[in-house]
């Protein structure tokens, strides 16, 4: 078949994340299935109209945000983009194309989660009143409008969380496929992909002790939580160190949160690594913190157990399935709100101070996270996943015969 996807970003984007990256891999499986497979998504600072990626062919209109209104009229107005047999709806950032409007093609949604309460958090910060109108629009569209339009369409989400969230909104055929797509992540598709190999990464010795946050500067990654944390755990103990990996356009205020607490010399920012740099840096580190108040999987965690280390997650969708609280990390608490979340600093300086103090108890946590790992079946998560979506394509098919 010939499939069109519709998503805002793609894996050249400078913003893209860990679902492009999943979405992506999806893609790739569908081109090495014989389908013809283009994206229609946002275009970057120094990006081409078009593209080709591993097979993959992209249209770029517009940007991140204006794409949810190009897409829709690129579409409408090209013969060859109307020309396709299925269309893949993706909702990256919680809000779809609403292509059920403007076409009668068989059509299938993606949704990592629905970010709600993230609107707020993020345009607040950015727009302050006009932010909060908008924030509340998005919400009104994602949680009122969307479901409607897409009852009768079958939506794929990745997390058991996400999934009760989606039908809690109204989304009718929802179908959840945890672990499906986290080696991705893990490896952004290069060869290693024997994650119990990870373990065997040199551990290397060092006088820091290392503290890591993995995931994209954003407001509602919580990251400023930690880095209130470390003003109080440098006092208890000194030579700690925050390495942060990853990118994101809230690097410029977290930097100056850093330099108001005096905390230059301990926190690190160390961008976007290639993956066998992050896995170094995760086995020369003591405990991986993951701060975000929404996600919809948290595979930075299963990294973290993969190198035998445990983890400090927040008690929010997302993190707090991956935990098992006093045994594989520690689950802190904190106060939900759509504008101003926060996570419970003093409970984070806590459970990082006994961690980082206390080698044995880091080092049994640590190992039964790595067993905890072990226990889950990637591959067949995953075999399971492709074997649905191809049948689901397959039957779409037959649908598409039968109306002709």
């Not at 779809?96 to 609107?119: A, D, N, S, V």
């Not at 993951?290 to 996600?295: A, D, G, I």
């Amino acid at each position: 078949m010939r499939i069109l996807v519709f998503c805002n970003k793609d894996i050249k984007n400078p913003k893209a994340g860990g679902g492009t990256w999943e979405l992506f891999r999806i893609l790739k499986r569908l081109i090495s299935w014989g389908h013809d497979v283009t994206l229609l998504c946002g275009n970057f600072k120094g990006g081409s109209r078009e593209d080709e990626i591993d097979g993959v062919k992209i249209c770029r209109v517009g940007n991140v945000a204006s794409v949810f209104f190009l897409a829709p009229l690129k579409y409408i107005t090209s013969k060859d983009l109307r020309s396709c047999d299925l269309i893949i709806d993706v909702a990256l950032m919680g809000v779809p194309f609403f292509t059920p409007l403007y076409t009668k093609k068989p059509i299938i949604m993606i949704c990592w989660h629905l970010p709600r309460e993230t609107f707020f958090i993020e345009l607040c910060r950015k727009l302050n009143l006009l932010g909060f109108l908008l924030a509340s629009f998005l919400i009104f569209i994602e949680d009122v409008v969307a479901p409607r339009i897409y009852r009768h369409v079958p939506v794929i989400t990745f997390s058991h969380a996400s999934k009760m969230d989606l039908k809690a909104t109204g989304y009718r055929y929802v179908f959840s496929f945890n672990y499906a797509l986290c080696k991705e992540i893990m490896f952004l598709g290069k060869k290693e992909e024997n994650i119990a190999d990870l373990a065997s990464i040199e551990e290397k010795e060092g006088r820091e002790l290392i503290i890591v946050s993995i995931g994209r500067l954003k407001r509602y990654k919580g990251i400023q939580d930690l880095i209130y944390a470390m003003s109080f755990i440098v006092k208890k103990v000194p030579n700690a160190a925050l390495f942060i990996i990853g990118r994101g356009d809230y690097l410029d205020e977290l930097k100056k949160l850093v330099d108001r607490l005096l905390l230059k010399n301990h926190v690190k920012f160390l961008g976007f690594l290639p993956v066998k740099e992050k896995f170094n840096i995760l086995k020369r580190s003591r405990v991986l913190v993951m701060t975000s108040y929404k996600e919809g999987f948290a595979t930075p965690i299963l990294e973290a157990y993969a190198c035998k280390k445990p983890v400090v997650g927040i008690n929010a969708p997302g993190t707090r399935e991956l935990i098992i609280h006093g045994q594989t990390g520690f689950l802190y608490p904190y106060r939900p709100s759509f504008i101003n979340p926060k996570g419970d600093v003093h409970k984070i300086t806590e459970y990082i101070i006994r961690l980082i103090t206390n080698e044995q108890l880091s080092k049994n946590m640590g190992e039964r996270g790595y067993s905890f790992l072990k226990q889950i079946d990637i591959h067949r998560h995953e075999v399971s996943f492709f074997r649905f979506f191809s049948a689901l394509l397959k039957q779409m098919a037959e649908k598409r015969r039968l109306k002709r």
